[in-house]
């Protein structure tokens, strides 16, 4: 296998990296791909070889040493990483030959797509989140709780998503609300086309909304008066843009990032004993188990797929038209009857 031979003097991993950058891939796959890959470069660097050098034995080893600290799933997911990038490199002649392809082919672990999850009641979730003092670390996961949105759609949520029938909110901030939230009060708005990398709203985005369609999703009570509580010491922020939540620690003021989100919540996981590195998806509990914990509850509650499917921005236009013709007495309804209370 050729070495890379680049006059920027780049590494395959670098040079592959980039390329999903070009590619638009979002800031936490990017950085995913770079620490397995890393983790695969400095396992092959003890056996002499490096990314470029790699034999088939090479790959198949550090498969192997994957087994004692990760689940099976994890595992699958790291070999996929390596081949992905193997598969890459071949496809675009930087490298000859893809030493992962047998590897793929004999192991007997495969990734999980719908892993078995650790099961959570109301009641344990109830005081999970009583548990979260902190302001913004609490509105932030009520809201991913009751509304399933994904970590990167709630970090890109902007004050003009938000029509929050609450005056002395609207007297604080002074912002206008989305024209498409007009006469749907207490109303969060979920983009569908915003990407990492793009500039919306006069700021560039860290993050992807993976939605099919716009969403409006109906703000109960409870996440309401959390809403307010959060907006009326929300930190001001240099952003044009006036997002919903700005950090409040290092980066004072500026967006929230979903790698924040992820870390609060591993934290508050760990002390509950929700979370064990190398655990993965069916152990631990993370803001995108929030997500599955809201369509496991409301779609068990309502018996309504369509509209949780809907809620969840998961399905086509004609589906979404079915359900929010009648959007105030249709969706909200549903949604304000079934949603549970975490107080």
Known sequence: MKARTDSDGSDPITYFIDDLTYHG???RTLKAYERVLRRFERFVADRDATPATATQRDCMAFVHSLRDSLATSTVASYASYV????AYMTQTGELDTNPMTLVMAEMDESINTDPTRREISIEEMRTFLDEITHPLERTVT???????????????LDLRDLNLDAPAV???YDYTHR?????????LFVSNDIAAGQTVNGEERTASNKRKRVTMIPIDAELKETLIRWLAIRPGTPSSAKPLFADTGRSWGHRLKPSQVRTFV???????????????ASENVTPHYFRHFFTTYLRDRTGDRGIVKYLRGDVAQDIIDTYTHDWGN??????ESNIYSLR
């Open 170 to 172: 609207r007297a604080e």
């Open 266 to 280: 591993r934290r508050h996981a760990e002390r509950r004993g929700w979370y064990r590195v190398g655990g993965g």
């Open 83 to 86: 081949h992905r990038f193997y």
């Open 142 to 156: 009520l809201l991913l709780l009751k509304t399933g949105l994904r970590v990167g759609e709630c970090c890109n």
């Open 25 to 27: 891939k979002s800031e």
């Open 330 to 335: 249709r969706v909200r309804a549903v949604y």
């Open 179 to 187: 024209p498409q939230l007009d006469g749907r009060a207490d109303t």
